[in-house]
Structure formats: structure tokens, C-alpha cells
T-cell receptor
Framework: QKEVEQNSGPLSVPEGAIASLNCTYS??????FFWYRQYSGKSPELIMS????GDKEDGRFTAQLNKASQYVSLLIRDSQPSDSATYLC?????????????FGSGTRLSIRP | DGGITQSPKYLFRKEGQNVTLSCEQN?????MYWYRQDPGQGLRLIYY???????QKGDIAEGYSVSREKKESFPLTVTSAQKNPTAFYLC???????????FGPGTRLTVL
């Protein structure tokens, strides 16, 4: 079992619709979770971080965390063509003295006009 | 500007050569990381460092070496022992307050 799993896609969503991206993780004691967006040929950029169960909203983006189910998701409302990118889920493992962040392999999102 | 810089942006290497990729940050972060990304793939951890003069191997450390003599700098050397070094290399640093990792712009290495 991979430590952080994502559906590789591509996920195709019509412009203006809601895009839903999902991620599961294996380490039950993980406390910090992140979503990054990566455009082709560029480095990842942080979209959202989430640390406690529930929803966290930032503009058109909502991150959802369920630690009991070891599941984290990202919703993108009113999807725009500029949202077309690969979305990476990341989970921090270990304590602060020896922590590292594990990345999923990413979900490719395509917003069709 | 605060941030992470990597140089060069593109690097070409002949087989059998060692090359060093630069990574500098002025964010005052203690932890720094090196990742490798192959086309269509996720990020794989090469080495990471939590403090100056200390570093740990990641999942794919063979054929690579690092040093951490200064807090701001974490250079990566790709040695001739790395059999397939052509890839996109990403350096990151992590905030001790939010645990968030921030990435540099990356170096694209091609072996000729």
C-alpha cells in the first residue's frame, strides 16, 4: 500500500462545475496535510493546508479532512480553465525532529470550456 | 524578496561527470529537502536536513550526495554513480511553525 494515494486521472470537469480531488493516507498519526498545484514544467505551489477534522475554505477552494477514515479531499468550486493542472496531496509523517512530507503521485485535472 | 532559489535552471551533463545543483533560501527555515520528479510521476525524496551539519537519506539517495554547512544552503551533487540522472530536481524548505513546505523553481538536468 502506498503511503499517500491519489487517483492519477485525468479528471475532466466542465468549466463552472465543482472539481473533487481525493487522497487517502496510511499513517494514522499524521497531523499535517497539504494540497499543492503543479503546472506542467513548473514547481509545486501550496494551495491549502489543513490540520484538524472538518472543512477549511479559502476562496474557491475547500479542503476536507477525516482522520478516522484517513481521507483528505480538495473541492474546487466554479472551475476555471486556469485550474487545469496536476494536484498533489501531501502528508507530514514523523515528529518535528525527524519529519518528512510524503507526496502522492498527483491527480491531473482538466477543465473543459 | 523572500524565497528559495535554485540554479541553474537547466543543466546538461556528460556521462561520467559529477554536477552540483544549488539551493539557497532566505526564509530562515531549519529543514530543507531535495526531490526528484520524472515525467508524469510524483515527487521522490532524495535527501533532507533538519538542522545545519546534519542530513538524512530519503527514498532514493543512491548516487547523490549533499552537504549542509549553512542554514541557507543545501547543495545536491549528482554523482556519476547515479545511473539515470535525467530528471527535474526540486529543492524545498519547511516552516517550523506551519509545517508547510515551499519549493524552489527547480533545475532540469539532462544527461547527454
Amino acid at each position: 500500500q502506498k503511503e499517500v494515494e491519489q487517483n492519477s486521472g485525468p479528471l475532466s470537469v466542465p468549466e463552472g462545475a465543482i472539481a473533487s480531488l481525493n487522497c487517502t493516507y496510511s499513517d494514522r498519526v499524521s497531523q499535517s496535510f497539504f494540497w499543492y498545484r503543479q503546472y506542467s514544467g513548473k514547481s509545486p505551489e501550496l494551495i491549502m493546508s489543513i490540520y484538524s477534522n472538518g472543512d477549511k475554505e479559502d476562496g474557491r477552494f475547500t479542503a476536507q479532512l477525516n482522520k478516522a477514515s484517513q481521507y483528505v479531499s480538495l473541492l474546487i468550486r466554479d472551475s476555471q480553465p486556469s485550474d487545469s493542472a496536476t494536484y498533489l496531496c501531501a502528508v507530514m509523517q514523523g515528529d518535528s525532529s525527524a519529519s518528512k512530507i510524503i507526496f502522492g503521485s498527483g491527480t491531473r485535472l482538466s477543465i473543459r470550456p | 524578496d523572500g524565497g528559495i532559489t535554485q540554479s541553474p535552471k537547466y543543466l546538461f551533463r556528460k556521462e561520467g561527470q559529477n554536477v552540483t545543483l544549488s539551493c539557497e533560501q532566505n526564509l530562515n527555515h531549519d529543514a530543507m529537502y531535495w526531490y526528484r520528479q520524472d515525467p508524469g510521476q510524483g515527487l521522490r525524496l532524495i535527501y533532507y536536513s533538519q538542522i545545519v551539519n546534519d542530513f538524512q537519506k530519503g527514498d532514493i539517495a543512491e548516487g547523490y550526495s549533499v552537504s549542509r554547512e549553512k542554514k541557507e544552503s543545501f547543495p545536491l551533487t549528482v554523482t556519476s554513480a547515479q545511473k539515470n540522472p535525467t530528471a527535474f530536481y526540486l529543492c524545498a524548505s519547511r516552516s517550523g511553525y506551519t509545517d508547510t513546505q515551499y519549493f524552489g523553481p527547480g533545475t532540469r538536468l539532462t544527461v547527454l
